[in-house]
Nanobody, 122 residues
């Protein structure tokens, strides 16, 4: 089992920045690929960014390329999502996830956090 806890969400004005954190506990953090997903009301849960177990591969949704950066810090068992130039359309609940394979589909991830709300005002 892997337990994931997100933090860092909140309310920010358009153009602002936030950094989300996802702390992991349980099985070794380094064994898992990890990702950030988001879900807005009435919409599906979509991948925002993903990172491989060793950090060598990353993926970004087109909508966030150049604005968001995913990273992981092994010493702290923590994954981050730095979000810059935020837009109102980035408003959603953001979830971190861990799984055995580097993937972009939510069904490929076994472990999920509880989510953190990000609201971007115009």
């Amino acid at each position: 089992q892997v337990q994931l806890v997100e933090s860092g969400g909140g309310l920010v004005q358009a153009g602002g920045s936030l950094r989300l954190s996802c702390g992991a506990s349980g099985r070794p953090f380094s064994r898992y690929a990890m990702a950030w997903f988001r879900q807005a009301p009435g919409k599906e849960r979509d991948v925002v960014a993903a990172i491989s177990w060793n950090g060598g591969y990353t993926y970004y949704a087109d909508s966030v390329k150049g604005r968001f950066t995913i990273s992981r810090e092994y010493a702290k068992n923590t994954m981050y999502l730095q979000m810059n130039s935020l837009k109102p359309e980035d408003t959603a609940v953001y979830y971190c996830a861990a799984g055995p394979l580097f993937a972009t589909m939510p069904g490929r991830y076994e472990y999920w956090g509880q989510g953190t709300q990000v609201t971007v005002s115009s």
